[in-house]
C-alpha cells in the first residue's frame, strides 16, 4: 500500500503522488451494482484487492432489486478479469456476524484493509407520520447502524496498521431535507454525523475519514424508486434532485473519480470533511 503518507512524512515525495492502487485492499459494501460496483471495478483496474459485500436478496423494503448472488457471482469474474485479486461476501450490513466474518477473511487472505467505503444503501419515498415503524427502522438500519457496524470490524485493522482511509457515502440528502424523505435524510444527516466523529477519534492514528455526498446519481435504485412510484426514472431524478447544471443525474462515473481522488494521497490531508458531489444542487 502505497497511497496513504505516515505521519513522519507528511511532506511526501512527490512521486508517491502519482502511485496507483496496485496491491491495495478496497472493502465496499453494496458492491454488485450501481456506484458500489463502478467502484470496485476502478480500483481493480488499478490492480487493487477488492472485497466486495453485498446482498444475495432482495428486501421486502423497499421493495425493488437489490443485490444478488448472480451479480456478486459475475462481479467477481469482472473483477479479476479487470486485473485486481477478488473476494466476495453475501450478507447483510446490518448483520453483524456476517459482516464480521467478511473482515475477518479479509484480514486472513490479504492482511489487511486500506480504504473502506462505506456505500451500501437504500432509499424509499414517505411522508413522515405515514411511515411505519418497521420502515423507519429499515431505512436507519441501512444506512446508518450499517455503516457504523462495518466500521467498528473495521477500524481496530486500521488502528493497527496506523493507517488508512474510510469514504461514507452519504448524499445531499445529508446536507439538507428533502420532501417525503425524512427518514432517508435523518440516516445520511447521521453518517454525516459519524464521520466527523470517527475523523476525530482516528486522526492520532493516521487514519482519514470523509463523507462524499453525491445528488442523485445514474443507478438502478431510479429504476427501484421508479417502479415504487409509477413513474420514469428521469422524474424521480428530476423530483429529488433540482440541479443548478442542467443534467438531471451524475453518473457513476464522476462517483468513481471522487472516491478514487479521496483515496489516493492526493486528498492526504482531507479528513472529517465533506465532499459535494452535487451538479450545484446545493447552491439554489
Known amino acids: 500500500m502505497t497511497t496513504i503518507c505516515s505521519n513522519s512524512a507528511l511532506g511526501c515525495p512527490k512521486k508517491a503522488m502519482a502511485e496507483d492502487f496496485h496491491n491495495t485492499v478496497l472493502f465496499l459494501t453494496g458492491a454488485a451494482h450501481g456506484q ?56 447483510d450490513v446490518r448483520d453483524d456476524r456476517v459482516v464480521t466474518a467478511a473482515v475477518e477473511a479479509t484480514i486472513a487472505a490479504w492482511g489487511r484493509i486500506d480504504v473502506l467505503f462505506n456505500n451500501a444503501g437504500i432509499s424509499a419515498y414517505g411522508l413522515s407520520h405515514e411511515l411505519t415503524e418497521d420502515q423507519w427502522d429499515a431505512m436507519l438500519d441501512t444506512n446508518l447502524k450499517g455503516p457504523w457496524l462495518v466500521g467498528r470490524r473495521v477500524i481496530p485493522h486500521l488502528i493497527a496498521q496506523k493507517s488508512g482511509v474510510i469514504i461514507n457515502n452519504s448524499s445531499v440528502a445529508g446536507l439538507r431535507g428533502f420532501r417525503r424523505l425524512s427518514h432517508y435524510c435523518a440516516s445520511k444527516w447521521g453518517l454525516t454525523g459519524l464521520t466527523k466523529a470517527w475523523a476525530l477519534e482516528l486522526a492520532p492514528y493516521n487514519v482519514r475519514v470523509v463523507s462524499l455526498h453525491p445528488t442523485g446519481v445514474n443507478t438502478p435504485m431510479n429504476d427501484g424508486l421508479a417502479f415504487l412510484e409509477g413513474t420514469t426514472p428521469t422524474e424521480i431524478a428530476t423530483r429529488s434532485a433540482s440541479n443548478l447544471l442542467d443534467v438531471p443525474w451524475i453518473e457513476t462515473e464522476d462517483v468513481v473519480e471522487a472516491v478514487l481522488y479521496l483515496a489516493s494521497s492526493k486528498a ?16 439554489v
Open 36 to 91: 458500489g460496483r463502478a467502484v470496485a471495478l476502478a480500483f481493480a483496474r488499478q490492480g487493487a484487492r477488492v472485497a466486495a459485500f453485498d446482498l444475495e436478496r432482495g428486501l421486502s423494503y423497499p421493495g425493488y432489486e437489490l443485490g444478488s448472488a448472480e451479480k456478486l457471482a459475475r462481479l467477481k469474474i469482472e473483477l479479476e478479469e479487470a486485473g485486481g485479486e477478488a473476494l466476495v461476501f453475501a450478507g
Open 268 to 283: 492526504r490531508f482531507m479528513t472529517g470533511s465533506e465532499f459535494i458531489l452535487d451538479a450545484g444542487l446545493l447552491t
